[in-house]
Each structure stands twice: as structure tokens, then as C-alpha cells.
């Protein structure tokens, strides 16, 4: 079956940079595209961004543009989300997601790395 | 970019009731939308895909319309699991996918 591994919390301090991983298994890594969505607290859902795992091309929102960077390794069947210079309202949840095998909508979610970003 | 509003942001209702949540996108998304239900703690959950496909395993009191800019979810005979927060998804543009902001589906 399809699971999204995530890695732990994380403390940051404002500026710093934050690395969320997400360790795939149960299916064919490079096969589909992984997605990144964040929710603040008490907030809505917001997508950040895509990576397509086979070619590692990728599609940022506007909003993360030359904060955010998507990696992977397809040795390790693992994503990366990297984003920087952090502020505190980057406090959220992280999720990955994975689309469904014939669709584009995410389908399959991580368990979600809460990132805290506090002085 | 696509915009995506989405009504009510809040909505009471009472178990059997029968209620309607609304998305409308700022430009034509075809049939490219899906609804999702989140509850505290959880991951979202995938509940229709392509407007009104009905995903595997979510029960049929789940139903989804709409084409080009107007989206509705529709829940039949509201049960003690439904209360939960929903959301819609645009995924037309493959560049850039959006959210609504949200309904809390709350017990009256």
C-alpha cells in the first residue's frame, strides 16, 4: 500500500531554513508526481508546490518562489522540501502528497512535520 | 493565477439534514475539482475528484456537480462523522493549484 513516511517536528529560528522529508513506499517512486501543502494554525490548506520524481522537474506557487526548493533521491524513494529564510507565520504543518494512479488531484497524504518557527 | 472562493465558511446543521457547500473559481477550471474533508489532527481526505467522481471507499451521500466556474459538494443525510472541516481543490492549471479556504461543517 501506498505510504508517505515524514520526517520529525522542527524548531527553527527566524531566517533560518528548514529541510521536511518524505520516504515513499509501496509503489513505483518515479511513477507520480509528489506535492507539498502546508496549513498554519487553525488555518486553511495551501499548496506550495510539485515535483515530478522521475525527471525532478518542478512547479513552485508564486507565493514561494526563490524561498521554496523541492528535491529528490530516487535512491532512497525520498522527497525533500527545503524553504528559507523563515518567518513565523511559516509556523504550519508540512504535508506531502501523491496523486492517485490516473489523476492529477492528490490522493495520498503524509502524516505532516509540524514546523515551529519562534525566536 | 486561479482563485478559488468558497461558501460558507461556516455551516450548522442537524443530523439528517441535507447540506450544500459552494466553490466558484475566479476562471474556467472544466471539471478539473476535488473535495477533501479534514478533521483535527488528520490529514485531509479525498472525498470526489473531477467534480463529480465519487471517490473509492466514501459513501454515497457524498455527491458532487458543477462545471467551468461553479462547484457544489453536496451531503445527504448528515451523520455524526460529517462534521468536519471541507475543502475544494483546483487542479486546471498544472503550474499552480489552489484551495478554497474552507467550510467548518459544525452540529447545530
Known amino acids: 500500500q501506498v505510504q508517505l513516511v515524514q520526517s520529525g517536528a522542527e524548531v527553527k529560528k527566524p531566517g533560518a531554513s528548514v529541510r521536511v522529508s518524505c520516504k515513499a513506499s509501496g509503489y513505483t517512486f518515479t511513477g507520480f508526481f509528489l506535492h507539498w501543502v502546508r496549513q498554519a494554525p487553525g488555518q486553511g490548506l495551501e499548496w506550495m508546490g510539485r515535483?515530478?520524481?522521475?525527471?525532478?522537474?518542478?512547479n513552485y506557487a508564486q507565493k514561494f518562489q526563490g524561498r521554496v526548493t523541492m528535491t529528490r533521491d530516487t535512491s532512497v524513494s525520498t522527497a525533500y522540501m527545503d524553504l528559507s529564510g523563515l518567518r513565523s507565520d511559516d509556523t504550519a504543518i508540512y504535508y506531502c502528497?501523491?496523486?492517485?494512479?490516473?489523476?492529477?488531484?492528490?490522493?495520498?497524504w503524509g502524516q505532516g512535520t509540524l514546523v515551529i518557527v519562534s525566536s | 493565477d486561479i482563485q478559488m472562493t468558497q461558501s460558507p465558511s461556516t455551516l450548522s446543521a442537524s443530523l439528517g439534514d441535507r447540506v450544500t457547500i459552494t466553490c466558484r473559481a475566479s476562471q474556467s477550471i472544466s471539471r478539473w475539482l476535488a473535495w477533501y474533508q479534514q478533521k483535527p489532527g488528520q490529514a485531509p481526505k479525498v472525498l470526489i475528484y473531477q467534480a463529480s467522481n465519487l471517490q473509492s471507499g466514501v459513501p454515497s451521500r457524498f455527491s458532487g456537480s458543477g462545471s467551468g466556474t461553479e462547484f457544489t459538494l453536496t451531503i445527504t443525510s448528515l451523520q455524526p462523522d460529517d462534521f468536519a472541516t471541507y475543502y475544494c481543490?483546483?487542479?486546471?492549471?498544472?503550474?499552480?493549484?489552489?484551495f478554497g479556504q474552507g467550510t467548518k461543517l459544525e452540529i447545530k
Open positions: 481543490l483546483q487542479y486546471s492549471s498544472y503550474m499552480m493549484y489552489t
Open positions: 502528497a501523491r496523486v492517485p494512479d490516473h489523476g492529477d488531484y492528490v490522493e495520498f
Open positions: 515535483i515530478n520524481p522521475n525527471h525532478g522537474n518542478t
